[in-house]
């Protein structure tokens, strides 16, 4: 049974950071390309990121580019996202994804 579980979201100031975990398990994390995609309140999904297998290759949309930096350790089975210099305009629900599946998300408040 496929498991993403994702967690680090929370309230924080315009400029301010937050690192987005994801836990998964029930499959073999290390040969799957990841996705963070989110959704901000009244919108669609929006992706914003993703990372190859073994880290080979790192897309970002260019609304976080520059800012928001996708890692995996696959040690760990575990996907983050680094959010740094974040703008209101962030404020979404944050969700890891895998081929068309993704967990039950986390909420980013960006907020003064």
């Known amino acids: 049974q496929v498991q993403l579980v994702e967690s680090g979201g929370g309230l924080v100031q315009p400029g301010g950071s937050l690192r987005l975990s994801c836990y998964t398990s029930?499959?073999?994390?290390?040969?799957?390309?990841m996705s963070w995609v989110r959704q901000a309140p009244g919108k669609g999904l929006e992706w914003v990121s993703s990372?190859?297998?073994?880290?080979?290759?790192?897309m970002y949309a260019d609304s976080v580019k520059g800012r928001f930096t996708i890692s995996r350790d696959d040690t760990k089975n575990t996907l983050y996202l680094q959010m740094n210099n974040l703008k209101p305009e962030d404020t979404a629900v944050y969700y890891c994804a895998k081929a068309g599946q993704r967990g039950q998300g986390t909420q980013v408040t960006v907020s003064s």
């Open positions: 990372i190859g297998s073994g880290g080979s290759r790192s």
């Open positions: 029930g499959f073999t994390f290390s040969v799957y390309a």
